[in-house]
């Protein structure tokens, strides 16, 4: 019998199995095909031909939409596997793997629809009429007023502003809608740096020896995986290069990974330098006419080069030969939503799939690889060194305690600090200023009646951001947003106090500081506008800047080598946090931070301000000795049993009320214990989550902890089996990174 089981993009919902009617050919794996689903009629992927019927009456395939497959089998396999481990449905997995508009009929793409203000739609931002605005249509506006070429619906969905909303306005007459063609290159906003062709470039003695090594494995066609531990500066990038054209001669291709959109568009302006127009690029940044622009080509195998952030590793490639992930520690490599995967993690099976080598570059490698590297199961290659022996930067300790003592409650800019800013600023040298915390205040409350000023959705108080129309409060999960108000809403006193600081607040000490100064800020507020980022990171690198303020988007991987300071506020932001990766958090991002210093000709330094200057994760990170934090946090891990030790799997419950969603975990634990002794794991919980209330739901908690992953997916799936109706009020993490 003609069957097929497809993939349908509905969350959580199994294979199912249609009949292909005489008439019509089988289509390939990998294939789109139109099914119908209940009353509706969806666009599904082929992913294979089943054994055996199930029982009942089979439907009919409506359409075949693709006669040569859209996906690669090799990728449809991958996003089989994705589904599995992560314990997601097949159709999530593969939706993240389709070009944007895949699940359209029709292929062609090439129009996209954009929003800008109208004239009615800018005096109602600037204070004019505005009755009967849902706070999401006043959001709406507010996006839109700070874009003057307007923004793509598709972006402004992304930023949780769905096309209803702006039909709305647009029927108000506050917002214009017009189609424009997509026929963009991404490159044109991407050239950066002036690329300097590399060819001439002579290696350092030990880029050769790790190009070498990195080479011989490559040349080996087999699944191989090598951490490449080179310290910041020492040239990481340039053995990519060599990497992939090494890669290319031979007639395979390299899939580049990067953490940050940040990040692209410099590497990829690198790449396009070295690759001319064989370099694609994929990341959630570009428009979706774009994305599909650029997918295509890769899928008609028209590029050597893919680079791009996480789920570029499902790009359609079909002869990979080596998958390099740069910065593999990253914490953004791991996607927070169904298919909630781990870009590094999938590229390891990628490489596995396709017989390839993957390089996991870092100057602060995972505990999770460079436990790997220590037992044998990876290659490593080393850098130790700064290319041209720079040395690394030189590390000061500010004790904030000391200086509150000195100077009172309300430093942001520490002496030590402030003169070396001055200093940098009188030699005509580069700052950078980080602070992992956006907004200007963390949180307000009132001085009379202590009321503070929480979200309404979400256990979580709001920041306060500067706005050209006052002050407001947001919320940085749900986006809920309100004007601060002059009296408290709850007894009417009018001392309203802010407190802790963000990025705002940093810039703003710096202007009023150094008035001649010119500063830049770079945090996920600053950059909303398409282009900004890109634009501010050039002037900074053109010399237009001399401090950039900024939140971990400027800590990583940035290569501006007139940088001669970097300055860091509060170093420990991340340790307050209930988190067992907390210290290695912080090592990360003080070790990234300074290695922004000092990496042209002039000597860099950093200075860090800290409550806790004795923490390990400071003190070692000032010192620029992994070896000696893997060890100390290593021993931590496995004396507490914490990854990598052992294997996790979070598993939040939502509902209504918190009874509900404590008794659904209650009963969900209920049916696993039994399966606790043969799977060899334990069960925590269940317990509260941090955030108990998120986006208006209550949430409990409980962890999965066991040597074998497997054992504890099967329990699940068994759990998952007989209670199918939890699925849907569950979210389920393996291998989490963040548990709020
Ligand atoms: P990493 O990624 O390891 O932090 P980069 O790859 O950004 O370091 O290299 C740091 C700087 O050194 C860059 O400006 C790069 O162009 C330069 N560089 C790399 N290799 C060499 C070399 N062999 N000779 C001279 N300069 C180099
Ligand atoms: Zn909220």
Known sequence: MRKVSVAVPVPFLDLLTYRVPDGLPIPSVGARVRVPLGTRVLTGCIVEYPNDAPAGELKDVIEVVDHDPLLPTGVVALCRWVADYYLAGVGDAIAAAMPPGARRKATSFKTMRVATLTALGSDTVNGGEAQGLTPKQREALDVLSASSTGLPLSELRDRGISADVVGRLAARGLVLLRAEATERDPFERAALADVQPSESRVLTAEQATALDQLTALADARDFRVALLHGVTGSGKTEIYLRLADLARKAGRQTLLMVPEIALTPSVAAL????????????????????????????????????????????APLTRIGVIVVDEEHDTSYKQEEAPRYHGRDVAIVRAREEQALVVLGSATPSMESYQHALTGKYAKAILERRVLDRPLASVRLVNMREEYADQGPDVVISRTLASAVDDRLQKREQVLVLLNRRGYATAVFCRQCGDAFECPNCTISLTVHTARQGWRARCHYCNYSMMVPKACRKCAAPYLEQAGFGTEKVEQHLRDR????????????????????????????????????????????????????????????????????????????????????????????????TLYPEHYSIQLACQQNYAAFFEREFAYRRGMRYPPTVALVNVVVRGKSFDEAMGTANDVVQRLKPLMASGGFVILGPAPAPLVRLRGEHRVQFFLKGAKRVEMRNALKVMLKEMPDVRRRMTIDVDPLNVL
């Open 514 to 609: 150094f008035p001649a100064a010119r500063i830049g800020r770079i945090d996920r507020d600053s950059v909303r506008r398409k282009g900004a980022l890109t634009s501010l990171l050039s002037r900074f690198a053109a010399g237009e800047l001399d401090v950039l303020v900024g939140t971990q988007m400027i800590a990583k991987g940035h290569d501006f080598p007139r940088v001669t300071l970097v300055g860091v506020i509060s170093a420990d932001v991340g340790l307050g946090v209930a988190d067992f990766r907390a210290g290695e958090r912080t090592f990360q991002l003080l070790t990234q931070v300074a290695g922004r210093a000092g990496r042209g000709e002039r000597v860099g330094e950093a200075v860090v301000q």
């Open 271 to 314: 790449f396009r330098g070295a690759f001319g127009d064989r370099v694609a690029i994929q990341h959630s940044g570009l428009s979706d006419g774009e994305r599909h622009d650029q997918w295509h080509r890769i899928r008609r195998g028209d590029v050597d080069v893919v680079v791009g952030t996480r789920s570029a590793v499902f």
